[in-house]
């Protein structure tokens, strides 16, 4: 009996010893897929957005030159009859007056999917950053000063930092990624980069608002997404999502697309193209926040 028992626990303990590590090493990746990196780099891209187009005086020369290129107003634009300015005309959302009526539907929408879901946590995350991120918004733009270091025209003083309406679609994308099933999470993130390259691109070529504007409105966006993914429980942490190798690269493309011709203005080439630069950058941060960063930290885990 002894030899018989003998091999038989060593056969046993080892099997046990196999699965012991795999079980207590389940919840460490879980917690290393909630960086606090994202989250500092974002906001460390707000402000060095801020302190060199804002409180530089070669900064500040750039943009208002940018200002002076082509005529003065959006109606050379190409999306000008969507934007709420046109006599007659019904804005696309969020901009002119649709801007808090999209931002109250949104909250709805974010509301209803964590209800049906039951996603407690990652629904509290969603409203979140969206509140944070639309009411950071106005509370920086109300304090933040724009000192006139070059001798601006007045018209050029009354721009805010961050853009507002560029805020809402990036805002609202980020949020919905945390309440939407995985399966259709990377196509949520397409729309919602889609729709923020249009508005972005729009905000900047009809003159409401400077690139610097609207690319620290995403970067503010991104830094309250990475905060909220960081404080979330491991339990409640976006994951990796499977979707198409080619999603990524369709769909910057497609938002590249979106750039151009939501930039576009009959008058300069110029501005038109700065404009779809600063709106594909905006719509590749997103993008990047929401799903590229799981699949990276899957390979890390993993490894």
Same mark, same amino acid.
């Given at each position: 009996?002894?030899?018989? %028992? ?19 090493d %389940?919840?460490?990746?879980?917690r290393?897929t909630?960086p ?9 891209g ?14 500040q ?29 019904t ?5 002119? =007056? ?25 629904? *509290? ?12 918004? %106005? ?8 000192? %006139? ?12 930092? &961050?853009?507002?309406?560029t ?30 390259? *249009? ?19 995403? =970067? =503010?966006?991104?830094?309250c997404y ?11 942490? &976006? ?7 080619? =999603? ?11 750039a ?10 110029t ?10 950058? *905006? ?21």
């Amino acid at each position: 009996m002894t030899q018989h %028992d003998s091999p038989s626990l060593p056969a046993h303990r080892p099997g046990v010893s196999r699965q012991a590590p795999e079980a207590s090493d %389940d919840p460490s990746p879980s917690r290393t897929t909630r960086p606090w990196m994202p989250a500092l780099l974002y906001t460390l891209g707000f402000l060095t957005v801020y302190l060199l187009a804002i409180c530089t005086p070669w900064g500040q020369r750039a943009e208002n030159t940018w200002f002076s290129l082509g005529k003065q107003g959006g109606e050379e634009a190409w999306l000008y009859p969507l934007s709420g300015k046109a006599y007659g005309s019904t804005p696309l959302p969020p901009l002119e =007056l649709s801007a808090k009526p999209t931002l109250m539907v949104g909250l709805a929408v974010i509301v209803l999917l964590t209800l049906v879901r039951r996603c407690w946590w990652p629904g *509290c995350a969603a409203l979140g950053v969206v509140i944070l991120a639309t009411g950071g918004n %106005d509370l920086l733009k109300s304090t933040l000063p724009r000192p %006139d270091l070059v001798g601006a025209p007045e018209n050029l003083l009354d721009q805010g930092f &961050p853009s507002g309406h560029t805020a809402i679609p990036a805002a609202l994308t980020l949020a919905a990624v945390l309440v939407v099933s995985p399966r259709i999470r990377p196509y949520v993130a397409t729309v919602g980069v889609l729709w923020l390259a *249009c508005i972005a691109a729009a905000s900047a070529t009809m003159g409401g608002h400077r690139p610097s504007e609207v690319l620290g409105a995403t =970067l =503010l966006a991104c830094a309250c997404y990475g905060l909220a993914t960081w404080l979330l429980p491991a339990s409640a942490a &976006p994951g990796a999502t499977r979707s198409p190798r080619a =999603l990524p690269v369709i769909t910057l493309t497609l938002a590249l697309a979106v750039a151009l011709v939501s930039g576009a203005r009959n008058d300069t080439l110029t501005r038109s193209l700065v404009s779809a630069a600063t709106a594909f950058t *905006c719509a590749a941060l997103v993008w990047y926040a929401t799903a590229g960063r799981p699949a990276r930290h899957t390979r890390h885990t993993l490894g």
